[in-house]
């Protein structure tokens, strides 16, 4: 079998199932995982369950892959079992075994752990200065560090012991933690503070250079100052430096993983966002290594990747939350919409909603006042999302009292007051409410929201254009009631601006004119039907255009009652008309 040399080196972290853990570098390519030597394995796994032949790590295009060679239990990666697959930096391969060896896959081209390979190779090459016990010693608490970023402790517990690491490879007196608050660097604020020794400093009695942190910050970059005697003059004269008789500062910037560049032509890479600082001082004068600056570095890497991975948790879990409380919202917002709406003598009724968030603003309602009378209402609250979804559960909860025969002009009048007065400035509703008698009487309120369609014989008109004020938008507004005489089987078409002003992707608007033509000679079709033609006309005129508008559609059918409806209510020729 012919071997390859591989050029740029990777790391195998080996932990055995107690917990012990080894490094193991990939020098040639197959490298062969199983169990036991007589297969010529590289690595070999003392495992009975771990079959002879087991896997093999390869190269293709300058990537390593993980190839399942006869693992009775099948090869796993990140927990995916795999025939093939390519490693990234920092994945888990396993066995499919839960208390046997676990893999983990160093890569020269990662991004927090990219020294521990370079440092590997060039172990048997440290400086005449570093004693072999003493390189071997730092390098090995590098490791140790390394290995926190997958543990299970929390997260503060994993920043102390890299800072204390820090702390040993620097012979510091002290060490901190600078959190930048929503990465911003002009907020920032201690997260930890810690002293030789492993022992934790209260934040507030650690005073950090000032000088030296900005300094790091504005040319983002490290600023390690071995004495500060033989510094420049602006860091020798600060204050807490002097205070404090410092001699070495270590100010490490500490940035999110490095984003490619968005322009395609472009091959630049830049910083992600800036999560903080490591601080380092004492009041000893000190001389690092090369290999101690190395070391600084990949610690000041492991510490970024935690911080980043927190604040990537915690965005997720924020996003979990939102999303659950949405969730939520959603429910009680669907649940307050009428559900099968019930027949009644002289009413037939049909609606739907389409909120374009999760959350909408229109509401519609259907509720009897007493055996002869019938409210109906379209409501659309302006903005989208959870704010105008709360507005609509107050607008429901304010009006749901006129099944108690309250006057509805008296009742508008009042909710437009305590929306004025606890509503933010901006958050109002249109609204068309009505009141339809046996005998075909409508008593209505329009409130700044458009005509509803009135579908009579064959014509399509905006038959209420008369109205006031929207509800919440003027405290002083004072709404009254108007009157119009149905015939049988006049119906209207209710409906929100989120069906007249839906968009096709050129940016045109269906209008009004359009929602008429459409409904013209419909008066004899099913309500649903009609929902259907209006749902499918503004669908087809999108061509799938992104909407910015909830949609809600109520269709109300007048229906006459024999003993309700007399002659000088409607026209004897109309008067047994149903559907």
Known sequence: ??????????????????????????????????????????????????????????????????????????????????????????????????????????????????????????????????????????????????????????LDSVLAKMIDHAIAVTDADRGLLEEAVEGRPENMRVRLARRSGGQRLPPESMTPSKTAIQLAMKQQSAVITEDLAQAEMNLQAAASIVAQGLRAVVVIPLYASARASTDASSTDVRRGDFLGVLYLDSKRPTAFS??????????????????????????????????????????????????????????????????????????????????????????DVSGKGLGAALVTTMLQGALSGMSLGTDPARTLNHVNRFLCDHVEVGRYATMFFGILEENGKLEYINAGHPSPILLRKEAAEEAFTNGSFPVGLVPEAEFTTATLQLEPDDTLVLFSDGVTEAMDPDEELYGVGRLRAVLEGKRDLPLDEIQKTVLESVENFARGARQADDLTILVVRFRAVATGVTDTDVPASNAAASD
């Open 1 to 154: 079998m012919t071997e390859t040399l591989v050029q740029n080196e990777a790391v195998l972290e080996v932990i055995s199932p107690d917990g012990a853990r080894k490094y193991v570098r990939i020098t040639q390519v197959p490298f062969l995982i199983g169990r036991g030597a007589e297969t010529g394995n590289h690595l070999q796994l003392t495992d009975r369950r771990i079959s002879r032949n087991c896997g093999a790590i390869v190269t293709e295009a300058n990537r390593y892959y993980i190839e399942d060679r006869g693992q009775r239990r099948g090869l796993f990666v990140n927990g995916e079992k795999v025939e093939s697959r390519v490693l990234n930096d920092g994945d888990v391969i396993t066995f499919g075994l839960e208390d046997s060896y676990q893999l983990i896959f160093r890569s020269a081209t990662g991004t927090s752990e990219e020294a521990i390979p370079q440092l590997l190779t060039r172990i048997d090459h440290m400086t005449s200065s570093e004693s072999t016990g003493g390189g071997l010693r730092k390098l090995n608490m590098l490791l140790e560090a390394t290995s926190l970023l997958h543990s299970q402790l929390p």
């Open 290 to 379: 090369k290999l101690d600056r190395q070391i600084l570095d990949a610690l000041a890497a492991d510490a970024a990747s935690i911080l980043d991975n927190a604040r990537l948790v915690e965005r997720e879990r924020e996003r979990q939350r939102l999303e659950q409380e949405i969730g939520i919202a959603r429910d009680i917002q669907q649940a307050l919409l009428p559900k099968n709406l019930r027949e009644y003598p002289h009413l037939a009724v049909s609606g739907v909603n389409f909120p374009c968030l999760s959350v909408g603003g229109d509401y519609y309602d259907v509720f009897p006042l007493d055996e002869k009378r019938t409210a109906f209402l379209l409501a």
